[in-house]
């Protein structure tokens, strides 16, 4: 058992772990579900700081993917998903108080048809003297619900005034709502980012996809110390790739390292349990009715050691 556990052990931490989080709103109390109030905010930029994290904008992470060298344990980016206004008139001086860099993913139609609680162009560019500016899609739907037609108009009507208003394109692309499947993948890396991001627990090592890069979301009062020991489990998903027709998921079929002999599957409303692995194969039939718009299943050996798949109504 000391053996097994030692085996497993050496193979999931093999590679080192950049960790990626996300943010949404800053100091704004009336949307709680998306919130970090500015005293949570700098309670997390001292913990990294008193631990010797070092914060680096994503682009680093992915120089240090694309020439194939180990990514350091201790650093972290963070990303800001839709440029609401709060991050500008109160997140952005905490971040460059601690001269943190940070990279702002923008929700173009928002910004461009000046809705009030999101930044101006101008205000865009004045934060990217500290950080870097990348893009969020134009209309912020569901994109597993468009076909690939609309993917493809979001996507250029998104760039096109992106590039207008800021005279660059952006390097990266992160999902509305971390809501994606393959198809919407292949469709967003066509347009040529270096990389793309999800909302999946986990971490970023020498071995991830750059067009699907995990971001932990950091909302409300959190255990940091929690969040940071999330590791990203190396799993080839064969089966499910969409959600079900019927609603009824039937089989779950991975693929994970020979080494690793038990594991635990978590289904959304349904929890965690206790799963078996033969000769590096998960393969589970299953009778479950799938509960949510948004299904969450994920693999993992030790809760935090994951790899997740969403399923999408």
């Known amino acids: 058992?000391?053996?097994?556990?030692?085996?497993?052990?050496?193979?999931?931490?093999?590679?080192?772990?950049?960790?990626?989080?996300?943010?949404?709103?800053?100091?704004?109390?009336?949307?709680?579900?998306?919130?970090?109030?500015?005293?949570?905010?700098?309670?997390?930029?001292?913990?990294?700081?008193?631990?010797?994290?070092?914060?680096?904008?994503?682009?680093?992470?992915?120089?240090?993917?694309?020439?194939?060298?180990?990514?350091?344990?201790?650093?972290?980016?963070f990303t800001i998903d839709d440029a609401y206004k709060s991050f500008y008139q109160n997140g952005l001086e905490l971040f460059k108080k601690y001269n943190y860099p940070f990279n702002l993913f923008v929700y173009v139609e928002a910004t461009q048809k000046k809705y009030p609680d999101f930044m101006t162009w101008d205000e865009i560019k004045e934060s990217s003297k500290y950080g870097e500016i990348e893009l969020h899609s134009y209309s912020h739907k569901q994109l597993v619900k468009l076909t690939n037609e609309e993917i493809i108009k979001d996507t250029n009507l998104a760039l096109e005034i992106f590039e207008k208003n800021l005279g660059f394109k952006p390097k990266a692309y992160s999902y509305p709502y971390g809501e994606y499947d393959e198809r919407v993948k292949n469709e967003i890396k066509n347009f040529g980012f270096e990389y793309i991001m999800n909302q999946n627990n986990g971490s970023v090592n020498e071995k991830s996809?750059?067009?699907?890069?995990?971001?932990?979301?950091?909302?409300?009062?959190?255990?940091?110390?929690?969040?940071?020991?999330?590791?990203?489990?190396?799993?080839?998903?064969?089966?499910?790739?969409?959600?079900?027709?019927?609603?009824?998921?039937?089989?779950?079929?991975?693929?994970?390292?020979?080494?690793?002999?038990?594991?635990?599957?978590?289904?959304?409303?349904?929890?965690?349990?206790?799963?078996?692995?033969?000769?590096?194969?998960?393969?589970?039939?299953?009778?479950?009715?799938?509960?949510?718009?948004?299904?969450?299943?994920?693999?993992?050996?030790?809760?935090y050691t994951i790899s997740n798949k969403l399923l999408i109504k």
């Open 209 to 303: 996809d750059l067009f699907d890069l995990n971001r932990i979301a950091l909302v409300g009062k959190i255990n940091l110390e929690e969040k940071i020991k999330y590791k990203t489990l190396e799993a080839n998903w064969i089966e499910p790739q969409v959600y079900p027709k019927d609603g009824i998921l039937k089989h779950i079929k991975v693929e994970v390292n020979k080494d690793i002999k038990n594991a635990k599957l978590f289904i959304s409303t349904y929890g965690w349990q206790d799963i078996k692995v033969k000769n590096g194969i998960i393969d589970i039939k299953l009778d479950k009715k799938l509960n949510l718009n948004r299904n969450r299943i994920a693999i993992s050996t030790d809760y």
């Open 1 to 77: 058992m000391k053996y097994f556990l030692l085996l497993c052990l050496s193979y999931l931490y093999l590679n080192a772990n950049a960790h990626i989080f996300v943010y949404h709103r800053f100091g704004d109390s009336k949307h709680e579900s998306t919130n970090t109030s500015l005293q949570e905010l700098e309670k997390e930029f001292e913990y990294f700081k008193a631990n010797n994290y070092k914060v680096v904008t994503v682009s680093k992470i992915v120089e240090k993917l694309k020439n194939k060298e180990e990514i350091p344990d201790n650093w972290v980016a």
